[in-house]
Structures are given as C-alpha cells and as structure tokens.
C-alpha cells in the first residue's frame, strides 16, 4: 500500500494494534497525516500524544 493510499484507508479512522493478542495501542489518523497515539496497558489506556 503507497502512502496515498494508507492516508486514504485512514483517514477518519482509529486503528488499534495488538501484540500476540495483547492491546498494545491506539492511533487515530486525522486530516493533513496528523495521527494521534497512545499506548494502552491492559485496561489502561496511556496519555495520548499529537505527532505528525
């Protein structure tokens, strides 16, 4: 997948990833490629962070 077409797929969206089953994190993709992140642990959810 390109890059135009991931920021076309994600926009809008919130993706969460897991590691061997595990919640691992959060990102919600916005317009312009900003993204904003947090790490969840457990039940636990992280202080989210902006990035770009």
Do not use: H, I
């Amino acid at each position: 997948m390109t890059a135009e077409e991931f920021d076309a797929f994600g926009t809008g969206k919130t993706l969460r990833y897991l590691v061997d089953g595990v919640p691992y994190g959060a990102e919600r993709y916005r317009e312009n490629r900003r993204v904003t992140w947090s790490f969840v642990k457990g039940q636990d959810v992280a202080e989210c962070e902006d990035g770009v």
